[in-house]
């Protein structure tokens, strides 16, 4: 089989556990992605697949946006939901209260838009002199990351919510440019706005031209796959050629 399928990736699951689901499903030998989701994150993963793995260096530079939440109060080892609870020199806000304004926060969000320079988290999948920086974080070593150039091109606060018993979130919604680490972003941000934060939520809604419209679900796509119907959702190999 040749083409792209369009995935809306399922928290929980590896980029890697999807591209082998649709290559068990397929029986396609060659299945790969344009840009890794981590597996908090759900939305919109770009998958290649038989010839059109060929294809995915004209893609792999696309530009990227997600709509997230980041809790506020609460500073984590990996910068998201999924890490340890850290103690940190940061004020941490009371439960249902927010330690400053909309104004504040949005006049923040205002100094991270543009070109920037930003550093990788620990806890990513990205390569230093041949090791993965997470399997050195597990083991309680951190390493010198050089700064990555990249560019957010918007940041929009969407929600404050601050309901009783919990602590604040924001929602909000970015346009960035790829290899941009969301978590980084939520993490910078609570340390400017003085409560610290993490990244809560995280979901892609468009990779370069890909949106989430037209993104299948995994229970459609094995849904699909058990009825031969597949070929439905595929983009065809000369489509993508031309694209």
């Not at 399997?135 to 560019?151: F, H, N, S, W, Y």
């Amino acid at each position: 089989m040749d083409g792209i399928i369009v995935v809306d990736k399922p928290q929980g699951w590896t980029s890697f556990d999807v591209c082998a689901k649709l290559r068990n499903l397929t029986q396609t030998k060659k299945v790969g992605h344009s840009g890794t989701l981590d597996p908090m994150a759900t939305g919109v993963l770009v998958c290649f697949l038989g010839k059109a793995t060929k294809t995915i260096k004209n893609y792999v530079g696309a530009d990227k946006e997600y709509e997230g939440e980041m809790t506020l109060g609460v500073v984590t080892d990996t910068m998201d939901a999924m890490g340890k609870p850290q103690t940190s020199n940061v004020q941490r806000p009371n439960k249902s209260q927010i330690p400053i304004s909309k104004s504040q926060i949005e006049e923040i969000f205002q100094k991270y838009i543009g070109k920037q320079k930003q550093k990788p988290p620990m806890f990513s999948a990205k390569k230093i002199k041949g090791q993965r920086l997470y399997k050195l974080a597990r083991k309680g070593i951190e390493i010198e990351r050089p700064l990555k150039d990249i560019e957010i091109y918007s940041l929009e606060l969407l929600d404050i919510n601050v309901r009783t018993g919990f602590k604040p979130v924001l929602t909000f919604k970015v346009k960035c440019s790829k290899g941009t680490y969301i978590r980084v972003l939520a993490h910078d941000i609570g340390q400017e706005l003085g409560c610290g934060a993490h990244l809560s939520a995280l979901r892609r809604t468009a990779a370069g031209k890909f949106s989430i419209d037209q993104s299948n679900t995994m229970d459609q796509i094995l849904s699909l796959s058990q009825d031969n119907k597949l070929d439905t959702i595929l983009l065809q190999y000369e489509q993508v050629r031309s694209a």
